[in-house]
C-alpha cells in the first residue's frame, strides 16, 4: 500500500497581475522523503515554496494535509499544521548568540523573567541530537561559519517539531565540507521521519539526498524523476526544454573536446 503524502498539491495555480506564476502543479511529499524541486530562473519554485509556507497564498488548487483539504493562507497556518521553511537569507539576527537566534519570539520565562538556562540546555540538546557541532553557543551568530549558520537556521525551525521543512537553496553559498555536513543533517531530517523539499541548482547536492526530483518549467509541472534511475541528461532536458538527445550530444562533444 503506498503511504499517503504528508502534503499534496493539486491544481495548483498563482497569478501575480499579467504574470501567470504557476498552472495546474501538482507535488507530493511524504513523511521520510526528500524531495528536490529544480527549474530554470523564473519556473516558478520561489511562488511554490511561498504558496506552502502560507507567505503568498494559491488563486486556484486543493492543498492537503495527510488527505485531508486544508487552506493555508497565512504563515501561521503552515507553522501549525507542522511547515517550517528556512529561506535563502535565513532571517538571522547577527547580533544575538545562537541561543537567542534560536528562541526568538520563543522565549521560555519563569516567574516572569527570562529563563536563559533553560533556553541553553534545551539548545545544547538539541544540537546534540542532530549531532551539529557549534563550539560556543553564546557566541554571535555573526562570528559563525556560513554553514554554521546555515545549520542554526534549520535547528531553530526544528523547535517548532515540524512534519515538513523547506529548505530555499541552503547550501549556495558554502564551502565543499560545510555542504557535505549539511548534506548529513539533511539525511539524519529524514531518517526521523520528516518529509523534506529541498530547492536547490546544485545536482550533485540533489542526487546525494533526494529520493525524487520535481521540475517546474515556465510555471508548470515538467516531470518527476527517480533519483535512483533517472540519467542527469534526462533531468536537465526537462528543466531546459531541450531534448535527451541534444543534452546528450553536447555532453559528449565537451567529453571529446577536453584537453
Known amino acids: 500500500m503506498a503511504v499517503q503524502p504528508l502534503l499534496a ?139 554554521q549558520r546555515q545549520v542554526v537556521a534549520i535547528t531553530r525551525s526544528l523547535l517548532g517539531e515540524p512534519r515538513l521543512l523547506l529548505l530555499d537553496e541552503p547550501t549556495a553559498s558554502l564551502g565543499v565540507e560545510q555542504t557535505s555536513q549539511l548534506l548529513d543533517l539533511i539525511e539524519q531530517l529524514r531518517d526521523r521521519g520528516l518529509g523534506v523539499l529541498l530547492i536547490s541548482h546544485n545536482m550533485g547536492d540533489i542526487k546525494a539526498v533526494a529520493d525524487r526530483i520535481a521540475v517546474l518549467r515556465l510555471g508548470r509541472n515538467n516531470g518527476v524523476f527517480d533519483v535512483n534511475t533517472a540519467s542527469q541528461e534526462q533531468i536537465i532536458a526537462s528543466i531546459t526544454g531541450a531534448s535527451d538527445n541534444a543534452v546528450g550530444h553536447r555532453s559528449t562533444r565537451a567529453e571529446e573536446t577536453w584537453p
Open 9 to 147: 498539491l493539486r491544481g495548483v495555480s498563482k497569478r501575480f497581475a499579467a504574470v501567470q506564476a504557476l498552472v495546474d502543479v501538482e507535488l507530493e511529499i511524504r513523511g521520510g522523503e526528500v524531495v528536490a524541486l529544480v527549474g530554470d530562473n523564473a519556473a516558478g519554485k520561489s511562488t511554490l515554496v511561498k504558496v506552502i509556507s502560507g507567505v503568498g497564498p494559491a488563486d486556484l488548487g486543493v492543498i492537503e494535509w495527510r488527505g485531508t483539504p486544508i487552506q493555508i493562507k497565512r504563515p501561521q497556518d503552515a507553522q501549525l499544521l507542522g511547515i517550517a521553511t528556512v529561506y535563502q537569507d535565513l532571517a538571522m539576527c547577527d547580533n544575538l548568540d545562537v541561543v537567542g537566534n534560536l528562541f526568538l519570539g520563543r522565549e521560555i520565562h519563569r516567574l516572569g523573567v527570562l529563563d536563559e538556562v533553560e533556553m541553553e540546555r534545551r539548545t545544547r540538546d538539541l544540537l546534540h541530537t542532530l549531532s551539529i557541532r557549534i563550539p560556543d553557543v553564546r557566541v554571535p551568530v555573526a562570528a559563525l561559519s556560513g554553514g
